[in-house]
T-cell receptor
Framework: NAGVTQTPKFRVLKTGQSMTLLCAQD?????MYWYRQDPGMGLRLIHY???????AKGEVPDGYNVSRLKKQNFLLGLESAAPSQTSVYFC?????????????FGPGTRLTVL | AQSVTQLDSHVSVSEGTPVLLRCNYS??????LFWYVQHPNKGLQLLLK??????LVKGINGFEAEFKKSETSFHLTKPSAHMSDAAEYFC????????????FGTGTRLKVLA
């Protein structure tokens, strides 16, 4: 049981390049999330998904796109990378029940845009 | 609307002395509240969670937190700090409706002095 995994762990891009970050979970969770972490700002929600085939914008969605074609995978795309997108990206997934909604986090992807 | 405020961005304690990390929240509904810890260059680990079952919540590694509705607080404490507790700590609020999104505080960096 691997939990939440992220690919790649590190990446360096040049301005204008594109890339896709992959998140996979093996816990059969319905909900999945993408966050970015910047110093002094905590984690901010980029996009999220409440089920296969559905996505929605979070707090900071500009410059990113997502897809959830399979329940276990949630992809985050950068079509034209900018230096402002240099950050650490975390994926999370969660189950929901009547009184709890704990999220489980991946190990993160450190992205540098030059 | 929900929000969370971590009152201290940095806290320093001596090894063996108590730890207090402060968190205040705002929520329109009955919230779920969480504390996560992040060691340098690592992912997020759940310390403890409040889900309305009991106001005093015990977590891993000797940490605990008390939910005080009248004060809208969820402060994290530990009786005796250990060097391995040095890390960044995040308070998180989430509602139990709709998208179950997390709202992160900006983090408190705990330094433990020998």
């Amino acid at each position: 049981n691997a939990g939440v995994t992220q690919t790649p762990k590190f990446r360096v891009l040049k301005t204008g390049q594109s890339m896709t970050l992959l998140c996979a979970q093996d816990m059969n969770h319905e909900y999945m999330y993408w966050y970015r972490q910047d110093p002094g700002m905590g984690l901010r929600l980029i996009h999220y998904s409440v089920g296969e085939g559905t996505t929605a914008k979070g707090e900071v969605p500009d410059g990113y796109n997502v897809s959830r074609l399979k329940k276990q995978n949630f992809l985050l795309g950068l079509e034209s990378a900018a230096p402002s997108q240099t950050s650490v990206y975390f994926c999370a997934s969660s189950y929901t029940s009547g009184n709890t909604n704990e999220q489980f986090f991946g190990p993160g992807t450190r992205l540098t845009v030059l | 609307a929900q929000s969370v405020t971590q009152l201290d961005s940095h806290v320093s304690v001596s090894e063996g002395t108590p730890v207090l990390l402060r968190c205040n929240y705002s929520s329109s509904y009955s919230p779920s509240l969480f504390w996560y810890v992040q060691h340098p260059n690592k992912g997020l680990q759940l310390l403890l969670k409040y889900t309305s079952a009991a106001t005093l919540v015990k977590g891993i590694n000797g940490f605990e937190a008390e939910f005080k509705k009248s004060e809208t607080s969820f402060h994290l404490t530990k009786p005796s700090a250990h060097m391995s507790d040095a890390a960044e700590y995040f308070c998180v609020v989430s509602d139990l409706r709709g998208t179950y999104k997390y709202i992160f505080g900006t983090g408190t960096r705990l330094k433990v002095l020998a």
